[in-house]
T-cell receptor, first 115, second 112 residues
Framework: GAGVSQSPRYKVAKRGQDVALRCDPISGHVSLFWYQQALGQGPEFLTY????????KSGLPSDRFFAERPEGSVSTLKIQRTQQEDSAVYLC?????????????FGPGTRLTVL | DQQVKQNSPSLSVQEGRISILNCDYTNSMFDYFLWYKKYPAEGPTFLIS?????DKNEDGRFTVFLNKSAKHLSLHIVPSQPGDSAVYFC???????????FGQGTRLTINP
């Protein structure tokens, strides 16, 4: 497909479990973003990659959150020792430019529920 | 602190009339603004954007107005259609930065 894809679409984890969320950006898009969206809120920035370089991780809420994009394409967001407050929709977005906040194309998100 | 605010959680408009969605921001360093539309179980999709050097941008039925002195922007949809029913987010970015700062969203319902 031509859009951003994310997997899994839904994930239920027990508190303390580690999870890994995958994002496949649009082919050729240099920039990749992760956002966290809590229920009833807007997306909140987590981290940003330009190719394989993680240029901004200021939004990661704790050191339990880790993101990587080793080959500059697919990205994985990993959450260790999940807590109930981690329950949210995790959105991935990609854009073709690097100069400014260009139009970002979003995936459908992964809904994480921590029990 | 919420740098981008959408104070109306919901809005109901009759089909064919104008829908006006509002957004306020506090960070004077924001120089680029975007509106996204979101259907349930889908990611946000880009609608329209505006740079701070402009005060209006139009694309078909959608027009965004920017009032920098008031730190306020609005999205006008004319005429409103049933397919416009969705949650609308405004977002902003600082010059040189890539990340977007989003508002809380406004749920728009178009009534037939």
């Amino acid at each position: 497909g031509a859009g951003v894809s994310q997997s899994p679409r839904y994930k239920v984890a027990k508190r303390g479990q580690d999870v890994a969320l995958r994002c496949d950006p649009i082919s050729g898009h240099v920039s990749l973003f992760w956002y966290q969206q809590a229920l009833g809120q807007g997306p909140e920035f987590l981290t940003y990659f330009q190719n394989e370089a993680q240029l901004d991780k200021s939004g990661l809420p704790s050191d339990r959150f880790f993101a990587e994009r080793p080959e500059g394409s697919v990205s994985t967001l990993k959450i260790q020792r999940t807590q109930q407050e981690d329950s949210a929709v995790y959105l991935c977005a990609s854009s073709r430019g690097v100069q400014r906040a260009n139009e970002q194309f979003f995936g459908p998100g992964t809904r994480l529920t921590v029990l | 602190d919420q740098q981008v605010k959408q104070n109306s959680p919901s809005l109901s408009v009759q089909e064919g009339r104008i829908s006006i969605l509002n957004c306020d921001y506090t960070n004077s360093m924001f120089d680029y603004f975007l509106w996204y539309k979101k259907y349930p179980a889908e990611g946000p999709t880009f609608l329209i954007s505006i740079s701070s050097i402009k005060d209006k941008n139009e694309d078909g039925r959608f027009t965004v107005f920017l009032n920098k002195s008031a730190k306020h922007l609005s999205l006008h949809i004319v005429p409103s259609q049933p397919g416009d029913s969705a949650v609308y987010f405004c977002a902003a970015s600082v010059q040189g930065a890539q990340k977007l700062v989003f508002g809380q969203g406004t749920r728009l319902t178009i009534n037939p």
